[in-house]
């Protein structure tokens, strides 16, 4: 039996991403013309996302990743949030620009933009691969959305379920959670 017998038809495909990746990159270089931007992927979701945003921002730009996690079952955040891997780079001054797989719940979001908010960034704004606003439960919203999603659980192009599928060159969903 293939690997993928649990995972749903291709819901947006590696061009229809690159192209999305093309015009926000576009985007953010024209709206921070004169900033310091600093991006911060969110590991290890983000990690696709993060590649194809980076290459389609020209300024001088620089990177930095940050890995945390949520308690809770695989599929639903429990809210309490923990740092895994913190920032090696200084953010002061800095338009910070936090790139996430998707915004599900908001819960690692909120928690992330305060934390990162304290250390006297000029800014710090959000830039998702995919949103899922059915499932919200704190009160924060993305600054570049790449494309909103139904409430279902996504996998590929990063996303996990257990960690497995990060690699798949698509997005595609649990065909359990249809
Ligand atoms: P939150 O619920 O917005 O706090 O989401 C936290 C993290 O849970 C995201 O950054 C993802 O890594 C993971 N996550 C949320 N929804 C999904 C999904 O549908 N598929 C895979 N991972 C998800
Ligand atoms: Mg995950």
Redesign the pocket.
């Known amino acids: 039996m293939s690997y993928l017998g649990d995972v749903g038809e291709v819901m947006i495909t590696e061009q229809e991403i690159k192209k999305r990746a093309r015009e926000i990159g576009q985007q953010i270089t024209e709206d921070h013309i004169d900033d310091d931007v600093i991006l911060i992927g969110?590991l290890r979701?983000a990690i696709m996302w993060m590649t194809d945003l980076m290459r389609n921002i020209d300024l001088d730009i620089t990177i930095d990743f940050m890995a945390c996690s949520?308690y809770g079952s695989s599929t639903k955040?429990s809210g309490v949030v923990k740092i895994n891997k913190d920032l090696e780079e200084d953010i002061e001054g800095k338009s910070v620009i936090i790139v996430?797989?998707?915004?599900?719940?908001?819960?690692?979001?909120k928690y992330l933009k305060e934390y990162l908010a304290g250390r006297k960034p000029k800014s710090v704004q959000v830039c998702a691969l995919l949103d899922?606003p059915e499932?919200r439960r704190a009160k924060v919203e993305g600054d570049y959305i790449g494309f909103t999603v139904d409430d279902?659980?996504?996998?590929g192009y990063g996303?996990?379920?257990d960690q497995r599928y990060r690699q798949l060159p698509y997005i595609s969903y649990l065909s359990a959670s249809e």
Not at 100 to 109: A, H, K, N, P
Not at 152 to 155: A, D, T
């Open positions: 969110i979701g949520s955040s996430e797989d998707i915004i599900d719940s908001g819960v690692t979001l899922k499932g279902r659980f996504i996998v996303l996990d379920y």
